[in-house]
């Protein structure tokens, strides 16, 4: 995914290249688990070096509640040294 800021801190920054992807198993209709990958790697310009660059794995579990709601929560961790340690996500959505 490209990202660009408008306001703020990293307005200077430019275009960034955040990097994401998902495998999953259905378990079931209802049930699915998973892993999620989610990154910030630099500029497209020039990443940062490993060290600076935000990446986490997490495992996933995605609820399909109905035909207009679904539930996903991820836990995991961050596996550079300026990502978060502990990492919990939760989406609900319905349309």
């Known amino acids: ?4 800021s408008f306001h703020g801190l990293d307005v200077s920054k430019g275009v960034t290249f955040s990097p994401s992807a998902k495998v999953s198993y259905d378990v079931t209709k209802k049930v699915t ?17 490993l060290s600076d660059q935000q990446q986490a794995i997490m495992p996933a579990l995605d609820l399909n509640l109905g035909p207009n ?12 040294g300026s990502t978060d340690h502990l990492l919990v996500k939760m989406i609900m959505g319905g349309g």
């Not at 688990?33 to 070096?49: K, S």
């Open 33 to 49: 688990v998973g892993f999620e990958y989610y990154g910030a790697v630099g500029t497209i310009t020039g990443f940062d070096a």
């Open 69 to 80: 709601w679904e539930f996903n929560l991820a836990a995991g961790v961050g596996m550079t």
């Open 1 to 4: 995914m490209l990202e660009r």
